[in-house]
């Protein structure tokens, strides 16, 4: 692949998998880059931080014009999904239906290859809706019949991050305790998302075919004790205190009567104390580059001058 030349599409380019990429591709040289998303403003930072990038604001659930844009492209990154909410329908849209309509755009424009972007639920215990659907959405992709990858991160991290670590370092600075559910020993296995975005690129220059990759964060990590290195990367002076689980899934629950989409939910929490490992594998090996060690990660994403305070919305 000629990556001045390239063309490559980018679906759910606004979110945080697609704005970190954008940085990397860019500086890669990739002089060609579409993104779509249907959100206004996570769009408008997109496009105020690469005004050569190509931008349709979109929702790709909709049949629409925007599959014409398809047209020439080389390869596809698909990013799209619905990862919080409380409304099934919403994770059906935007994981399956969006699918399916990409697929399509596709065929007919005959785009030679995929790097979706899965997710670790697939080999989760969890059951709920984001899972269900995350799991649909890869077999549509494996069934497409067209060459492709698939990658299953982990919880990611990093910059641009308006929902997980992004939001837990903001919500510290707001408040005047930091509540953590239970004991706190859940544990994590946190991606760092330049890292993931490495892993992204080189399958777009490598091409492997019908292969899954599960990329996990390579340290195992409490989730107290992420908390605790936010709130020394940021210089934080918030206490931390620990919240009887079943309080802290009721104060959720209130939150959720009031905020149709909120940040993180009672299955979120559900899901956050189930004691799992997920596979680890050399992906800094396969994919040649040294991954980033949690701690340095942690400071690259909350020091950054560049964009450590740019702020997507929900």
Known sequence: MSVGNAKIVLTGAAGLVGQNLAVLLEERGYGHLLGIDKHTHNAGVLRALHPSMEIIEADLAQIGDWSDSFSGASALIMLQAQI????REDFVANNITSTENVLA???QHGIEYIVHVSSSVVNSRAH???TETKKAQEKLVVESGIKHCVLRPTLMFGWFDRKHLGWLSRFMQKVPLFPIPGSGHYLRQPLYIMDFCRVIAACLEQ??????????GLEEIDYIEIIREIKQA????TPIIKIPYHVFWGMLKLYGVFDRNPPFTTKQLEALVIPERFPIIPWGELFGF???PFRDAIRETFADPRFANVALEF
């Open 207 to 216: 091409q492997p075919d019908c292969l899954t990759y599960d990329i996990s």
């Open 84 to 87: 919080g909410g409380e409304r």
């Open 128 to 130: 709920d809706f984001y």
């Open 290 to 292: 040294k991954p980033t």
């Open 105 to 107: 755009a596709c065929r």
């Open 234 to 237: 940021t210089k934080s002076r």
